[in-house]
């Protein structure tokens, strides 16, 4: 989990940069993806959209082979974040038919649905500005935190480039209005 935090501790706001997620979504996604996996859920998949749109800032997207397993899934995700954090799902759709489960935790969404929906609505087409992390179905929790700061490891770098540039920019701008301050008087 050390990982993800220090992805996430670098600085990402506004001009189609990324936000910066909160510790606690972080949490909550790795929380949601462990208890899908440990049902056997099959491509698992983090979309990371906080470039994309203020709705939320993560999907976690997987797939089971029946309506018991999507059901198993669902519940396990629940429960799994129940206990660890004491959150409950703000919103939930498709207990009842068990073809698309919806979890909205706000700022991650959980969604475990049959192949066919998953094939038929394509998230991962609607949302393709998104950048993708593909877990795999029997991920550790090492090999999560590896896959996504191996992912996200280039960004940072960059992101970090950026916002030390734009540290620099603005000391240079407040520095010449500070003399132009100073040759007004």
Same mark, same amino acid.
């Given at each position: 989990? %050390? %990982?993800? !935090?220090?992805?996430?501790?670098?600085?990402?706001?506004?001009?189609? =940069?990324?936000?910066?997620?909160?510790? *606690?979504?972080?949490?909550?996604?790795?929380? $949601?993806?462990?208890? +899908?996996?440990?049902?056997? *859920?099959?491509?698992?998949?983090?979309?990371? #959209?906080?470039?994309?749109?203020?709705? /939320?800032?993560?999907?976690?997207?997987?797939?089971?082979?029946?309506?018991?397993?999507?059901?198993?899934? &669902?519940? +396990?995700? =629940?429960?799994?974040?129940?206990? &660890?954090?004491?959150?409950?799902?703000?919103?939930?759709?498709?207990?009842?038919?068990?073809?698309?489960?919806? #979890?909205?935790?706000?700022?991650?969404?959980?969604? /475990?649905?049959?192949?066919?929906?998953?094939?038929?609505?394509?998230?991962?087409?609607?949302?393709?500005? %998104? !950048?993708?992390?593909?877990?795999?179905? !029997?991920?550790?929790? $090492?090999?999560?935190?590896?896959?996504? $700061?191996?992912?996200?490891? !280039?960004?940072?770098?960059?992101?970090?480039?950026? %916002?030390?540039?734009? /540290?620099?920019? *603005?000391? &240079?701008? *407040?520095?010449?209005?500070?003399?132009?301050?100073?040759?007004?008087?």
């Amino acid at each position: 989990m %050390a %990982a993800l !935090e220090k992805v996430n501790q670098i600085i990402k706001n506004q001009d189609g =940069k990324k936000r910066q997620a909160s510790t *606690a979504s972080v949490d909550l996604l790795m929380i $949601a993806a462990k208890a +899908a996996i440990s049902k056997k *859920a099959q491509n698992v998949v983090i979309m990371d #959209l906080r470039s994309v749109t203020g709705m /939320a800032d993560y999907f976690l997207i997987c797939d089971g082979s029946s309506d018991i397993q999507i059901k198993a899934i &669902a519940n +396990a995700v =629940k429960d799994q974040v129940r206990e &660890a954090d004491g959150e409950k799902p703000w919103h939930s759709e498709g207990l009842d038919s068990l073809q698309w489960v919806l #979890l909205d935790y706000v700022d991650v969404v959980v969604h /475990a649905m049959t192949t066919e929906k998953r094939e038929y609505y394509g998230l991962e087409r609607l949302w393709g500005d %998104a !950048e993708i992390l593909e877990i795999g179905d !029997e991920a550790t929790d $090492a090999e999560i935190s590896a896959n996504w $700061a191996e992912d996200n490891a !280039e960004m940072s770098v960059f992101y970090a480039l950026n %916002a030390l540039e734009n /540290a620099e920019t *603005a000391i &240079a701008n *407040a520095f010449s209005a500070r003399l132009k301050s100073d040759s007004l008087k």
